[in-house]
């Protein structure tokens, strides 16, 4: 595989904060900031446990959820795949890199009105073409100069999505193992992982079509 040059991103903030969540699991953690990202935008790097351990980091690129991550929607999975991926990346020593892409990369009002089509009979990937959007309109360039910047050039991957793995590896990343997450469904959001299994190649596909999740 050809590796893309990306620029070089520097460190620019290292802050301690506790972080608390609703079911009452607390962990320690520290969030870094950076100067230069490909993108421009205010990306967060929450450094959890030892990254620095034997094995190389457990590594989560969460994308910006802000109904799903504050306001515990439950028309996605992504509030808790983010209270997962914080415990499981603790443990093991890592980073959850919080990426500032709501709706897959469209913005949050955009996101708003793909729901209110979807309400309409639309499927995810439907109501974004209908409003001529992309159907994931994520870059991961950001995401592989902040680990380039943490030194975490090797990682494990927790991720169900393939692309993300991908588009790392692209840019000189060595992404060695890819561990998926687990499935949080909900009577409200399973039309939404049934879509986003068949939309792409994402590793629910199993437990999805099998009928297990209902």
Avoid: W
């Amino acid at each position: 595989m050809t590796t893309t040059v990306i620029p070089d991103a520097t460190v620019r903030t290292r802050v301690r904060v506790p972080l608390r969540f609703g079911d009452g699991y607390a962990v320690d953690s520290e969030l870094v900031t950076f100067h230069g990202l490909a993108d421009g935008l205010e990306h967060l790097a929450i450094v959890l446990g030892d990254p620095s351990g034997p094995a190389v980091p457990l590594v989560r690129l969460h994308s910006e959820c802000l109904t799903g991550d504050v306001f515990g929607s439950a028309r996605c999975d992504c509030g808790p795949q983010l209270r997962e991926a914080v415990e499981q990346i603790a443990d093991r020593g890592g980073y959850l890199l919080y990426l500032r892409q709501e709706g897959r990369g469209i913005g949050l009002y955009n996101k708003l009105d793909a729901y209110a089509l979807q309400d309409q009979g639309h499927d995810t990937y439907q109501a974004n073409a209908a409003l001529g959007l992309p159907e994931d309109g994520r870059d991961y360039t950001a995401a592989a100069q902040m680990l380039t910047a943490l030194g975490a050039t090797g990682v494990d991957l927790l991720s169900n999505n393939p692309d993300k793995a991908g588009q790392l590896q692209e840019f000189g990343i060595d992404v060695q193992t890819r561990i998926p997450t687990g499935v949080h469904s909900t009577p409200h959001n399973l039309t939404y992982l049934r879509t986003k299994v068949r939309g792409t190649a994402n590793l629910l596909a199993h437990d999805l079509l099998a009928g297990r999740i209902a």
